[in-house]
């Protein structure tokens, strides 16, 4: 089974160049995650989709972020205009979230973005 | 609010040796769920394993077992006979659970690097 997939899977831009990365979540599920990956930071979430509604953003560092995901099979997290310190591993994480909770949240390869 | 802590920055041992990586977690909920994942060199990262807060009984999978102890708030993972595959960033994460949104989140610990020396 195919699982998360993301692209690009890197990315090396110009400062103030909007970037757009892709997310095909795992067939089925209908929680979709934003993850950020730094240094600094560590693993951070950026925002929750359910069924395809936002359902948590406060992860979004500012307004230069936005995501959608306009179905079940595809999301997009863009930036614009992009700053050097957005460079980090961005990925993209799906689960299937039933009426139990803690289900597992299986992750994609990432999506290396470099900012210069 | 919910937090991990994994102390251990960078561990190295020998190939065939036994390690260990510490987790500690911090959270208010009497339901959550704990998991281990790996960030192998190439960086994916790889789900390991689940553990919700009822069932403390250890796990095994192969060179792999986790102790779960509740009274000490720690969820231990220990690769036996190590191999160099095993070289990785391992993270340990908490989720807390309920019927409302927003409980699938995961709140990840800083990570160990873990490095097998042949």
């Known amino acids: 089974d195919a699982g998360v997939i993301q692209s690009p899977r890197h990315e090396v831009t110009e400062m103030g160049q909007e970037v757009t990365l892709r997310c095909k979540p795992i067939s089925g599920h209908n929680s979709l995650f934003w993850y950020r990956q730094t240094m600094m930071r560590g693993l951070e979430l950026l925002i929750y989709?359910?069924?395809?509604?936002?359902?948590?953003d406060s992860g979004m560092p500012e307004d230069r972020f936005s995501a959608k995901m306009p179905n079940a099979s595809f999301s997009t997290l863009k930036i614009q205009p992009s700053e050097p310190r957005d460079s980090a591993v961005y990925f993209c994480a799906s689960s299937l979230r039933t009426l139990s909770s803690g289900n597992t949240i299986y992750f994609g390869e990432g999506s290396w973005l470099t900012v210069v | 609010a919910q937090k991990v802590t994994q102390a251990q920055t960078e561990i190295s041992v020998v190939e065939k040796e036994d390690v260990t990586l510490d987790c500690v977690y911090e959270?208010?909920?009497?339901?959550?769920?704990l998991f281990w994942y790996k960030q192998p060199p190439s960086g994916e990262l790889v789900f390991l394993i689940r553990r919700n807060s009822f069932d403390e009984q250890n796990e095994i999978s192969g060179r792999y077992s986790w102790n779960f102890q509740k009274s000490t708030s720690s969820f231990n993972f220990t690769i036996t006979a190590s191999q160099v595959v095993d070289s990785a960033v391992y993270f340990c994460?908490?989720?807390?659970?309920?019927w409302g949104f927003g409980n699938e989140k995961l709140t990840f610990g800083t990570g160990t690097r873990l490095t097998i020396i042949p």
């Open positions: 994460a908490l989720s807390e659970a309920g």
């Open positions: 989709f359910n069924n395809n509604v936002p359902i948590d």
């Open positions: 959270t208010r909920d009497t339901t959550y769920y």
